[in-house]
């Protein structure tokens, strides 16, 4: 059964990081793109970022542009989030989800999703 497991979230100060895991299984995790969605109180998900198979990166919003690094580690069957400078309006449930082939649009019906893990960012 494909399933996929976010960690790595928390309370973090403004400015500070974190990052987030997603670790996968029942499925050939090297056969799909990872992408990181996050959905905060009262809006609609965003997508955030992707890295597909051959670990290419995909920006799918600019609020993350210098901040956020997206990566994967195929011999873990891991996905990671990278985020730094964390800013207030960061804060929201942070989801990966798994699509087989390459980064799609960010509007595109992943195949695979995880619970999400909690970023509240506040002094």
């Known amino acids: 059964q494909p399933q996929l497991v976010e960690s790595g979230g928390g309370l973090v100060q403004p400015g500070g990081s974190l990052r987030l895991s997603c670790a996968a299984s029942?499925?050939?995790?090297?056969?799909?793109?990872i992408g990181w969605f996050r959905q905060a109180p009262g809006k609609e998900r965003e997508g955030v970022s992707c890295v597909s198979i051959s670990e290419g990166t995909v920006l799918y919003t600019d609020s993350a542009k210098g901040r956020f690094t997206i990566s994967r580690d195929n011999a873990k069957n891991t996905g990671y989030l990278q985020m730094s400078k964390l800013k207030p309006e960061d804060t929201a449930v942070y989801y990966c989800?798994?699509?087989?082939?390459?980064?799609?649009?960010?509007?595109?019906?992943?195949?695979?999703w995880g619970q999400g893990t909690q970023v509240t960012v506040s002094s």
């Open positions: 029942g499925f050939t995790f090297d056969d799909y793109s």
């Open positions: 989800a798994a699509v087989s082939g390459s980064c799609p649009p960010p509007n595109y019906d992943y195949d695979y």
